[in-house]
């Protein structure tokens, strides 16, 4: 989560970045082909070494039918790939607080892979769904039939990565798509609920009040009404002082919706209910191999206790602590944004570049 309290934004019980200031302001087998790791990372290594510039490449927006959803898509194609990312971003699912998070990851991957990115239904600029609130396992199907749909016949292998619940998710979706998913990347994951967090306490009475988050929506929806230029003036006073300029589009074009809202705290409330159970230890013991996490120091929705549980649990599982200081919402900001996505590179380099795998093997120990 972002600094201090954040309420809602990427990642609401997972950024929660922008929300209370403003409110405070106003009122198993892998399939992966040789070239995946020993072309592309030996091409890695030599625009390393030859200080080649890297691509930068701006990412498209596009809107795509999923099951009958409307879904809001950030993609980066490249031209030749030999894998894919697909991102699934934390509570809100506005896609496009990560454009420069994508974008970046894009960069560093030398266009050895293209790099889409996948909103939330229900958390859109245009109220498509007409109001119909999503839960988190409607989520999860929901980026289980994107898949299904998109890569299905596809060659390239897939790696997940998720932020906040959306690590969460990508974990839910590698159980359904094993053919296709081949390793996955948690961010500041939201896995389990902090019992120690007053924050999380109070979001969770929000989320389950029908009352509150009914009125909190509406108050939103409200502000949403200002003109865009009051809007973006009131954001900027508050939260976009710091945040992106991306960030700060996302807030006004986004966020003040009643309808995204809604979905929010609605999907939050399930949240709150699932993330109540116990982790799925036994399948993270499975694949431990091809998981990976990254904590942060201060944050309550994914907490050191958390990084201490999955330490004690499944000790071969690859875990990172950013102790830059960036936080839960990084995607708000530039330098947590280029930050998170150069250590997403790193693992990934790290973790195919010495050892190239046939077409027939499994997925071994780094």
């Known amino acids: 989560m972002p600094p201090h309290y954040s309420f809602i934004s990427p990642g609401f019980c997972h950024h929660r970045l922008f929300f209370t200031p403003i409110l405070s302001s106003l009122l198993s087998n892998i399939n992966f082909r040789i070239r995946f790791?020993?072309?592309?990372?030996?091409?890695?290594?030599?625009?390393?070494?030859?200080?080649?510039?890297?691509?930068?490449?701006?990412?498209?927006?596009?809107?795509?039918?999923?099951?009958?959803?409307?879904?809001?898509?950030?993609?980066?194609?490249?031209?030749?790939?030999?894998?894919?990312?697909?991102?699934?971003?934390?509570?809100?699912?506005?896609?496009?607080?990560?454009?420069?998070?994508?974008?970046?990851?894009?960069?560093?991957?030398?266009?050895?892979?293209?790099?889409?990115?996948?909103?939330?239904?229900?958390?859109?600029?245009?109220?498509?769904?007409?109001?119909?609130?999503?839960?988190?396992?409607?989520?999860?199907?929901?980026?289980?039939?994107?898949?299904?749909?998109?890569?299905?016949?596809?060659?390239?292998?897939?790696?997940?990565?998720?932020h906040s619940i959306g690590s969460y998710i990508s974990l839910e979706v590698f159980k359904r798509t094993q053919e296709q998913v081949k390793y996955c990347i948690g961010l500041y994951p939201f896995l389990s609920l902090n019992k120690d967090s007053l924050h999380q306490s109070l979001i969770g009475k929000l989320a389950g009040s029908q009352v509150l988050s009914t009125s909190v929506s509406a108050i939103v929806a409200v502000l949403g009404l200002l003109p865009i230029s009051a809007i973006r003036f009131l954001v900027r006073m508050s939260v976009g002082k710091s945040y992106s300029s991306t960030a700060v589009e996302a807030v006004c074009s986004h966020l003040l919706q009643y309808h995204t809202m809604r979905n929010i705290l609605f999907m939050a409330m399930k949240e709150f209910e699932k993330l109540a159970e116990v982790p799925d230890w036994n399948f993270i013991k499975e694949k431990q191999d091809q998981v990976a996490f990254l904590f942060g120091i201060d944050d309550h929705w994914g907490p050191i206790s958390m990084y201490e549980e999955i330490s004690k649990q499944v000790p071969e599982v690859a875990l990172t602590i950013e102790r830059e200081g960036h936080t839960h919402g990084f995607c708000c900001y530039v330098a947590g944004s280029v930050w998170v996505a150069d250590h997403v590179v790193s693992i990934i380099k790290s973790r195919f570049k010495s050892k190239p795998l046939r077409s027939d093997s499994s997925l071994g120990s780094p």
């Open 37 to 162: 790791t020993s072309n592309c990372f030996t091409d890695f290594q030599m625009r390393e070494d030859n200080s080649i510039l890297k691509e930068n490449k701006p990412a498209t927006f596009r809107l795509c039918n999923v099951s009958s959803f409307t879904t809001e898509l950030l993609e980066i194609r490249a031209e030749n790939p030999s894998f894919h990312v697909l991102f699934i971003p934390g509570n809100p699912g506005v896609i496009m607080f990560y454009k420069e998070f994508l974008e970046r990851v894009y960069e560093m991957l030398d266009g050895c892979a293209s790099v889409t990115g996948i909103g939330h239904i229900g958390q859109t600029r245009k109220n498509w769904e007409h109001g119909r609130r999503f839960s988190l396992q409607e989520q999860i199907d929901h980026k289980v039939d994107f898949i299904k749909q998109e890569f299905q016949n596809t060659e390239f292998p897939l790696l997940l990565v998720g």
